[in-house]
């Protein structure tokens, strides 16, 4: 059970609020800006209690999520619920930021609606949103003629593998390789598809032949459990000069780098004044996270090209724009 939910900027200022139970009052709001957001020590716990209410939070990029209540609830089923609220927002308007925020304010304010019912958390399917919470349509100022369209669209994608893979794991993978020339083969384990793909084509021509369906879908799911090889040289952290500004709403010092080069070498030196205390407290290591978009795939699985079918509306290949983007995220602790 929910009392309410409050979005925020980095400066703490309310982007969406909404209260579901009268136990929460309006104060509440100000009472997680001061004691989270413009804290003068970081809060790493995603859990505070403030006079008996507790504030659970999420932060995506500069923008807070924070669900509040004053009753015992089950903390993972909030965290559940305010991660399955950044997946559908990400879904309906990309990323996750203040001008996506304030662009889109009641197209949110109806998700919640659909999501929550009186603090209770009803349906956050984004497929089964999708079909009765709808975006503004664009429409065409020029009159012309309308066209009817009286044929059937049935679109075919087909997807083409750098390397002939088995769904058998990395033995059936390997096994293929051996008499191959000296060429490696990718091992994968735990292949899935989604279930528009023709699994017949893909056993016979190891390419993914689909029909898409409407939205997103995730077409396929794999991993692979052999040793991975990173493409990095010698230095563990290479970084050229650039600017670097202290900014107090995140407690942090912000290194903007142009371009990156290898074989060199950059140092920054920041002097921190603390402020007076009486007590001695011992400093945790927190842990170091990077988002980083690099164009590599560990496991050497490449879309060599893609081809769509379609002879009715005779698509071809110049229409169809194709890139393939590669993103990770890396989390350490010192």
């Not at 004691?35 to 505070?48: C, D, F, G, L, Y």
């Not at 090889?229 to 010092?253: D, H, Q, R, T």
């Not at 920041?270 to 400093?283: F, G, M, Q, S, V």
């Amino acid at each position: 059970m929910i009392g309410g939910l409050f979005i925020y900027n980095h400066k703490g200022e309310v982007l969406i609020s909404r209260v579901y139970r009268d136990d929460i009052g309006r104060n509440a709001v100000d009472v997680f800006r001061v004691n989270v957001i413009h804290a003068r020590q970081q809060v790493r716990s995603p859990v505070t209690n403030i006079a008996r209410t507790c504030f659970f939070h999420v932060k995506r990029s500069n923008i807070w999520l924070a669900a509040v209540t004053k009753q015992n609830v089950n903390a993972a089923m909030v965290f559940e619920f305010l991660c399955k609220m950044c997946d559908v927002m990400t879904a309906y308007f990309g990323k996750i930021s203040e001008e996506n925020i304030k662009n889109n304010f009641v197209l949110i304010y109806e998700l919640l609606d659909e999501i929550l019912d009186f603090g209770y958390h009803q349906n956050s399917e984004t497929e089964a949103l999708k079909t009765f919470i709808t975006q503004t349509g664009i429409k065409s100022q020029s009159k012309e003629e309308q066209s009817q369209i009286t044929s059937q669209v049935t679109g075919q994608c087909k997807f083409g593998m750098n390397d002939k893979i088995g769904k058998g794991g990395a033995d059936e993978a390997a096994g293929k390789s051996g008499g191959g020339g000296g060429k490696q083969s990718v091992a994968i384990d735990d292949c899935t598809f989604h279930q528009c793909v023709r699994l017949s084509k893909f056993d016979a021509e190891r390419s993914i032949s689909f029909i898409p369906p409407d939205g997103e879908c995730e077409l396929m799911r794999y991993r692979s459990t052999k040793d991975i090889i990173l493409p990095f040289l010698g230095s563990w952290v290479i970084c050229m000069k650039g600017k670097a500004k202290y900014k107090a709403s995140e407690n942090a010092i912000v290194w903007k780098i142009k371009r990156m080069a290898g074989m060199k070498e950059s140092q920054i030196s920041a002097e921190i004044e603390l402020l007076p205390t009486n007590d001695k407290k011992k400093w945790a290591r927190p842990p170091i996270s990077m988002n980083f978009e690099v164009l590599f795939a560990p496991s050497r699985l490449k879309v060599r090209y893609l081809k769509v079918f379609e002879p009715k509306l005779n698509y071809s290949d110049h229409d169809v724009i194709k890139w393939v983007r590669y993103i990770g995220i890396y989390e350490t602790c010192c």
